[in-house]
């Protein structure tokens, strides 16, 4: 018989291209919380980031979801509306699909243990609140982050929660199992990693972005390209550290297939950054991308990670 993949494993793996490879790994009790956040974050994202919709719309229904995700807002009515006003705008069948079963991610969600709950409606509230700060502030012109707070702040409400969340989900799950160092330094450790990995991803889209009329990094003007590439080169080593402290959190973990998810990223993050330093003007202008072989190489190199002795 085929095999079925339950928990939305199957919207997970044509909403994510590399994050479902991590989670599909992890055990059951660490994999349906943070598969279900990650739906319910991709799904803000979605909304945040949907080109066709007017930047307007876009910031009334990320608020909206917030405060769906909160049980402050009626989740019927605004599915209602998503589906008649939002969703037929999607240009990727699979976010589509996302967006239109977010009732149903709602429902998973109220079915959860209440610190569980807890938890995911914690992270989705910063990470939204990130977002809403995203449309709000890049409105049009080229537009930098005011200085490095502003970059650590927005990196931190984007990602760095993640890393904390990840935390408070595999000790309320697993327990002692989990970790062989305490929560609040293994939260520190899963927090600088998460800004690592969106360091990562703003490295790599900076290009992108700048024909978009925004610019993550704190540079005095952003049509310089030397003073660009000098500011790119430093936080390029800044994410190198943060990922470092991903694999530092990684070795720390006990079960093997919590490491194995946990310091997929990190590696997959090194190579990115690898690639950056060696890419032309014009791949940089496009945007760097791993290779899936190279993604299937990192699982493996994942899979034979050795916990810190």
Known sequence: MERRETGGGELLKAVSRSFYLSLRVL???????????????????????????????????LAEFGEVVAGRFPAGDFQARLVREFVPQQRDAAEARLLGGIATLLGWLARQPEE???????????????????????TGEVVRVADVAALEKYTYQVAGCVGEFWTR?????LGGKFARI???????????YGCGLQ????????GRDRQLGRCYLPVEDVNDPDE???VR??????????????????????????RTATVLPALLGVKTLDRLELAGASELAAGVKIARVEVYASLWEAMIFRAAE
Do not use: C
Request: charged share 25%; net charge neutral; glycine share 10%.
């Open 27 to 61: 055990p059951g009790p660490m994999r349906e919380p943070l598969s279900l956040g990650y739906l319910l974050a991709r799904a803000s994202d979605t909304l945040a980031d949907s080109a066709g919709v007017a930047v307007e719309q876009r910031e009334e229904f």
């Open 116 to 138: 569980i709950a807890g938890a995911i409606r914690e992270v989705l509230a910063t990470i939204v609140a990130g977002q809403r700060w995203d449309l709000e502030f890049f």
């Open 169 to 173: 989900v595999g000790f309320l799950t």
């Open 182 to 192: 305490g929560e609040p330094e293994l939260v520190r450790l899963g927090v600088s």
């Open 199 to 206: 360091l990562v991803n703003i490295l790599r889209d900076v």
């Open 228 to 230: 660009l590439q000098r």
């Open 233 to 258: 080169s430093h936080w390029v080593k800044q994410a190198r550290l943060r990922l470092a402290d991903g694999v530092a959190y990684a070795g720390q973990v006990r079960s093997r297939r919590v």
